[in-house]
């Protein structure tokens, strides 16, 4: 089952912050953010696993809430470059407790930074 | 050139006609996997690969049909194209087990008329 990210859209001022969730409906093993601009291939920010742990990319970091199967993308201080389309992507827990990297991807949260 | 590549990047071709698109990587990993994306669902996974010869569905594998006999190439193949099998397609890879990043290909755009 699809997660569900929240908003749909953000239309943000250049320095100002952003916060996109993700929910899922079944226990996880892992969250995966990818961003992609318009015409072009998504490209990865980040993963995180089970274990609730926060993450950090320059002034893009993200938590992973086990508890709730919950995973939230922060963007501070956020640039020009910080346009476009985000995704989540979640793999669920498996009979086997291992990973195989399927994903099961948000619809996207769609992001504009203006000057 | 390295990296990950796919072909053709455009294609339109017309209902029942058999179509593959091509993707090549240079990282030797061992993972690959074919997406396709629509507006209002996202990216959406059609088959997935661990190895040469290892290949298993993902969420809409109807309608597709994938072979990998060697670890750079994922050759995804629509036996019998049907409009709504237009899409952007983009094939990933992955060089190590389990939950860790992918890396797309540019895409191939796919308008089956």
């Known amino acids: 089952q699809q997660p569900v990210q929240s908003p749909q859209a953000v239309i943000l001022r250049e320095g100002e912050d952003a916060v996109i969730n993700c929910s899922s409906s079944?226990?996880?093993?892992?969250v995966h953010w990818y961003r992609q601009k318009h015409g072009e291939a998504p490209i990865f920010l980040m993963i995180l696993l089970k274990g609730g742990e926060q993450k950090g990319h320059d002034k893009i970091s993200a938590s992973f809430n086990e508890k709730k199967q919950q995973s939230s993308l922060y963007l501070t201080a956020s640039q020009l470059s910080y346009s476009g389309t985000y995704f989540c992507g979640t793999e669920p827990f498996n009979a086997g407790g291992t990973s195989y990297g399927k994903l099961t991807f948000g619809q996207g949260t769609i992001l504009t930074v203006h000057p | 050139d390295a990296g990950i590549t796919q072909s053709p990047r455009y294609k339109i071709t017309e209902t029942g006609r058999q179509v593959t698109l091509m993707c090549h990587q240079t990282?030797?990993?061992?993972?690959m996997f074919w997406y396709r994306q629509d507006l209002g669902h996202g990216l959406r996974l059609i088959y997935y690969s661990a190895a040469a010869d290892i290949t298993d569905k993902g969420e809409v594998p109807d309608g597709y049909v994938v072979s990998r006999s060697k670890t750079e190439n994922f050759p995804l193949t629509l036996e019998s194209a049907t409009r709504s099998q237009t899409s952007v397609y983009f094939c990933?890879?992955?060089?190590?087990?389990?939950?860790?990043?992918?890396?797309f290909g540019p895409g191939t755009r796919l308008t089956v008329t």
């Open positions: 990933a890879s992955s060089g190590r087990y389990g939950a860790h990043e992918q890396y």
């Open positions: 079944k226990a996880l093993y892992s």
């Open positions: 990282w030797s990993h061992s993972y």
